[in-house]
């Protein structure tokens, strides 16, 4: 088992009282395993790829445990952290096309970034040569600035810089979202000849867009309002979900080929709660059409088949 | 309604607006009372410069844009513009940026009141502001009387729309309206566009994302570089896409019953048909050739 999340809890402080952005959040990531981490804005799957790497300033650990390897991981800890991070866990923030220093040519930003983590730069040059052509890259990029490259070019700069340690874990958040369907397509298929090489053990693929973790991911989990709604194989959250959520959020994608005629596709009326003073219980049963009395309690994460996990009163 | 006529827009780029920018090139399409075309391309195609002209923002380098027969570029002087806007509305993709954030967000149709229609009494305005939330289906009570942040992006987005809707409106340029939109509200709004057409309302539908454009349109139009690669019926270009590029489009796009390998081996089962790409004479014209009813693919840009 590579990570292994126990009840995490991680609150945002505000001048009007914390925003319980996740709110015990408990799931298992296999080696090998890529996870692709769904929701709409605001359910926290962002707060829960950071809080696996690097809290910042206004983010607090209320409780909970993350196990890598075998090892806690010390995140509420901001020493502790420093020698995991990009060693054991790296990450691939949202938009990565800025996160390259725009005063560095690309080679000289990764010799710093190097030297900085204790790595000596030469050691790690031919694997970056290797790594680069095998993203379709040419080794003149390491020459050139950030704004020379296009968007697609600098998002596998970035992974390729990220994952160059061969890190336990990796986090991507939102990687192919700024991309045209194209790149998108390629960087994806990179990410998971990554995986299969063994340059990351594991990912969390975080995203907003359902079908694209479809193509890429081994497991998706769905997150609601800081709460783990249902974890299970890809296939079986497209194909026969359990969770009234995730069979809602799945209903509501039209598809290439479906059009208006043949069917009109229902949205989810409502909103999601705010977290700021969330309801108590299943904080989807204000828009949930099959909610009852014992919704006011939280259901929990309970297996229903192997490997397939959800938390609702109605499929346990 | 609408009627584009070769039409191309040139930008002037680099530091002293010495560069040229192609950024559409020798389009022509028309959009009928009722009908949603889509204008579908990634990044860098000429989609929005597209939109943008049909809404006055831009002029056309070249080329005519009509709209019920007059040339919108002749339309000068105050008076007259906004009585084009009485007719051609526009929604665009981010409603946090379309507010003002200082004003309530039903300022929008205090604006539009002021400007448009000062003679119509308090009563008389009131029905007709609930009588456009209710074709957006919009809740009064959840709209009125509050602030942009207050509200979700799809309801804002569909109060632009009512906005949009109090106006004699005829053509709805709707630029990417929904990619900023979660999952679960994305589809109302396409469910409205739908209501509206229904309405007799045209629309040109701008989108990057080929099943968005998919589900709601008429018509469909693929940009490649600012000249269209394919146009035509949309049940026809996504069941035969014909040109190179709108397959290769279509095997990119993330489905969610199907993997990028299945497509891929769907797609390999079922070579296109024989189809001769026109050649464009000149570096400025993109000629289109009809292969069936009301299909057209254009010239191959690599």
Redesign the interface.
């Known amino acids: 088992m590579t990570l292994r999340v126990n009840d995490l809890k991680v609150y945002y402080q505000t001048l009007r009282g914390d925003v319980h952005a996740l709110d015990g959040v408990t799931f298992d990531l296999a080696d090998g395993e890529i996870m692709g981490l769904a929701g709409e804005s605001g359910c926290g799957k962002t707060t829960l790829g950071k809080s696996l790497i690097r809290l910042d300033s206004r983010m607090k650990h209320v409780g909970g445990t993350i196990e890598l390897d075998g090892k806690n991981v010390p995140i509420a800890d901001e020493k502790a952290m420093v020698p995991l991070r990009y060693h054991e866990i790296s990450l691939i923030p949202q938009y990565a096309m800025s996160a390259l220093n725009p005063t560095r040519k690309i080679g000289r930003m990764i010799k710093d970034l190097m030297k900085a983590r204790g790595v000596d730069p030469a050691s790690i040059e031919d694997e970056l040569h290797r790594r680069l052509e095998l993203v379709g890259l040419e080794q003149d990029v390491l020459n050139r600035f950030p704004i020379e490259l296009s968007g697609g070019m600098k998002q596998r700069v970035v992974m390729v810089i990220s994952t160059l340690l061969n890190p336990s874990l990796l986090i991507a958040d939102e990687v192919t979202s700024a991309l045209d369907v194209s790149t998108q397509r390629a960087v994806a298929e990179s990410m998971v000849e990554f995986r299969d090489r063994g340059f990351v053990k594991s990912m969390v693929f975080v995203t907003h867009d359902l079908s694209l973790v479809y193509q890429m991911a081994d497991t998706i989990m769905v997150m609601y309002a800081g709460h783990v709604v249902e974890k299970a194989s890809a296939k079986t959250i497209v194909n026969e979900p359990k969770h009234p959520y995730t069979q809602m959020l799945i209903s509501a994608l039209p598809e290439v080929g479906s059009t208006e005629e043949q069917g009109r596709l229902e949205g989810i009326p409502g909103k999601p709660p705010g977290l700021l003073d969330p309801p108590t219980g299943c904080r989807f049963k204000d828009r949930c059409p099959l909610a009852f009395s014992k919704c006011s309690e939280r259901p929990p994460l309970v297996e229903i088949e192997p490997g397939h996990w959800a938390a609702c009163w109605k499929t346990g | 309604m609408l009627e584009l006529k070769n039409v191309h827009k040139v930008y002037r780029v680099g530091a002293f607006g010495g560069g040229r920018k192609r950024a559409v090139r020798d389009v022509s399409l028309t959009v009928e009372p009722g009908e949603v075309v889509s204008l579908i391309g ?2 860098g195609s000429g989609k929005s410069t597209l939109g943008k002209m049909v809404l006055g923002l831009f002029r056309p380098t070249e080329g005519q844009i009509l709209f019920e027969g007059t040339d919108i570029t002749t339309i000068k002087g105050h008076a007259a513009r906004k009585e084009y806007y009485r007719h051609v509305q526009g929604v665009f993709q981010d409603p946090f940026s379309s507010f003002n954030p200082i004003f309530k967000a039903d300022r929008v149709f205090e604006m539009i009141r002021s400007t448009y229609y000062p003679g119509v009494s308090d009563a008389d305005w009131k029905d007709r502001v609930l009588d456009a939330l209710g074709t957006v289906r919009l809740d009064p009570d959840n709209v009125l009387n509050k602030y942009p942040h207050q509200l ?1 992006g ?1 309801q804002l987005q569909r109060v632009l729309i009512a906005r949009a809707l109090l106006l004699d409106i005829k053509l709805l340029v709707a630029d990417e309206i929904i990619s900023m939109l ?7 709004v ?2 409205l566009l ?1 209501d509206l057409k229904e309405r007799g309302l045209g629309i040109l539908f701008v989108t ?1 994302d ?3 454009g ?3 349109s008429d018509k469909s139009v693929i940009l490649r570089k600012g000249a269209i690669a394919e146009m035509g019926p ?2 026809r270009v ?1 069941e035969n896409p014909l040109h190179p590029y709108s397959r ?3 095997s ?6 199907r ?2 390998a299945e497509v891929d081996a769907e797609l390999a089962a079922n070579p296109p048909e024989d189809v001769e790409l026109p050649v464009a004479p000149d570096e400025e014209s993109a000629p289109l050739v009809e292969v069936e009813e009301g299909h057209f693919v254009g010239i191959n840009q690599g």
């Open positions: 990634e990044s979700s799809g979660d999952a679960s509200t994305r589809i109302d396409l469910n739908s990057h080929l099943s968005l998919n589900y709601v949309t049940a996504f290769h489009l279509l990119c796009v993330p489905q969610l019953h993997t990028w």
